[in-house]
């Protein structure tokens, strides 16, 4: 082959096609969670999750997760780096000292658990400084194939990874190529983590069991 390489650019052009340009971030990573990825999880652990007290959301953004743990009858407290106008605690997650609770769910910022950007800091902050009992986090089902995860995975591996069967659209723009998944840490647990699904189905029809 001779000549100059080919761009990916031209690549796409010379294919006919238009290469699809990324969507911008928000800042400090900022996205609403879709109901449905919520209450998909909630009707899966809703029984580990009644052995808490008190749930933290610690990105709570506008409320979104939030109240899908409300309405499931959990008692919620929030946190956020923002004062995005809901009650929430403002404060960098990095502050805290003490967990606000033992058991967190929440989507956290996705700049704060890669290893491209966070070397996965936020999960060596919650189990190694917050020592939280159980912690669920919703990640790109992508998230744990980074190389540089392999120690933090070594030391902290989650106990039930659901990959999610449907697709969530966090932006409004129609539906992402991504799949994403929710990842269960449990203090204490040791071993490879249950690979479970869950499907656009499995989401709260009506009142949650008791």
């Known amino acids: 082959m001779t000549g100059k390489p080919v761009q990916a650019g031209g690549l796409f052009a010379a294919m006919g096609k238009t290469p699809k340009k990324k969507r911008p971030r928000q800042d400090n ?3 609403r969670t879709p109901q449905e990825g919520t209450r998909a999880f909630l009707a899966a652990e809703i029984k580990a ?3 808490f007290p008190l749930i933290w959301e610690a990105a709570d953004g506008l409320g979104d997760m939030s109240r899908e743990i409300a309405a499931a009858g959990l008692p919620v407290i929030c946190s956020d780096l923002i004062d995005r106008g809901t009650g929430a605690t403002v404060a960098d997650f990095y502050s805290f000292k003490e ?3 033992r058991a967190m769910v929440t989507n956290p910022p996705y700049c704060e658990v890669n290893w491209a950007n966070g070397k996965g800091r936020w999960i060596t902050h919650a189990m190694e400084e917050l020592g939280l009992e159980y912690m669920a986090l919703l990640l790109s089902w992508n998230w744990p194939g980074a190389a540089g995860l392999g120690k933090i995975w070594g030391r902290y591996p989650p106990k039930r990874v659901y990959l999610m069967r449907f ?7 129609g539906s992402p190529p991504q799949l994403n998944a929710w990842f269960v840490w449990e203090r204490g647990f040791t071993g490879n983590p249950e690979l479970l699904m869950l499907d656009h189905g499995d989401q709260r029809q009506g009142a ?3």
Do not use: C, H, I, T
Request: net charge negative.
């Open 29 to 31: 990573d900022f996205e």
């Open 49 to 51: 999750l009644k052995r």
């Open 99 to 101: 967990p606000l609770a």
């Open 167 to 173: 697709r969530l659209d966090f932006s409004g723009a």
């Open 208 to 210: 949650w069991e008791v």
